[in-house]
T-cell receptor, first 115, second 112 residues
């Protein structure tokens, strides 16, 4: 597509439920990133995919968080047993490659609210 | 660990005035410094970037300066307009790396 798309745009869930957030990167982009943006805060790195390499999961805050990227394209971020502190905007970005100077293009984000 | 500090957190200027946002990074290996603008309900969008081998870069009303010795970089917006109102993020990335460290953001208000 023309840009990075994310779905759903908003998700309200109850504490303890699992949620799945989807990201469709720009076609041809080999690098994909997930970030979390809490209210009034900067972007917190979660996970990075580059081509067929093993993802860098060093930013995932707990083992309740996981992500996969199928076929080198679409990615799903899964949060199990959601907690209220998981409430945030989850942003996905893609870039042509994962090297230093490649611009990251961001999607509009998914706003997650855990009640 | 790696850190990027950004100031101020909020900035209010009159239309036509200049706005300056300052950032400091901790990782001396950082070599790429992008700036993003985030409008309400949208993802951040790159507005300008600078590499470590350059001290200044300008694009119309926006400019970025980099002081590698002091590990400071700044965004300058001249002749501000109401549509410049948004949250601005600075960021830093290291050599050969993918991980981008973001500042906490500056909310800019441009009053007409």
């Amino acid at each position: 597509g023309a840009g990075v798309s994310q779905s759903p745009s908003n998700k309200v869930t109850e504490k303890g439920k699992d949620v799945e957030l989807r990201c469709d990167p720009i076609s041809g982009h080999t690098a994909l990133y997930w970030y979390r943006q809490s209210l009034g805060q900067g972007l917190e790195f979660l996970i990075y995919f580059q081509g067929n390499s093993a993802p860098d999961k060093s930013g995932l805050p707990s083992d309740r968080f996981s992500a996969e990227r199928t076929g080198g394209s679409v990615s799903t971020l899964t949060i199990q047993r959601t907690q209220q502190e998981d409430s945030a905007v989850y942003l996905c970005a893609s870039s042509f490659r994962g090297t230093s100077y490649n611009e990251q293009f961001f999607g509009p984000g998914t706003r997650l609210t855990v009640l | 660990g790696e850190n990027v500090e950004q100031h101020p957190s909020t900035l209010s200027v009159q239309e036509g005035d200049s706005a300056v946002i300052k950032c400091t990074y901790s990782d001396s290996a950082s070599n790429y410094f992008p700036w993003y603008k985030q409008e309400l309900g949208k993802g951040p969008q790159l507005i300008i970037d600078i590499r470590s081998n350059v001290g200044e870069k300008k694009d119309q009303r926006i400019a970025v300066t980099l002081n590698k010795t002091a590990k400071h970089f700044s965004l300058h917006i001249t002749e501000t307009q109401p549509e410049d109102s948004a949250v601005y993020f600075c960021a830093a990335r290291g050599t050969g790396g993918f991980k981008t460290i973001f500042g906490a953001g500056t909310r800019l208000f441009v009053k007409a």
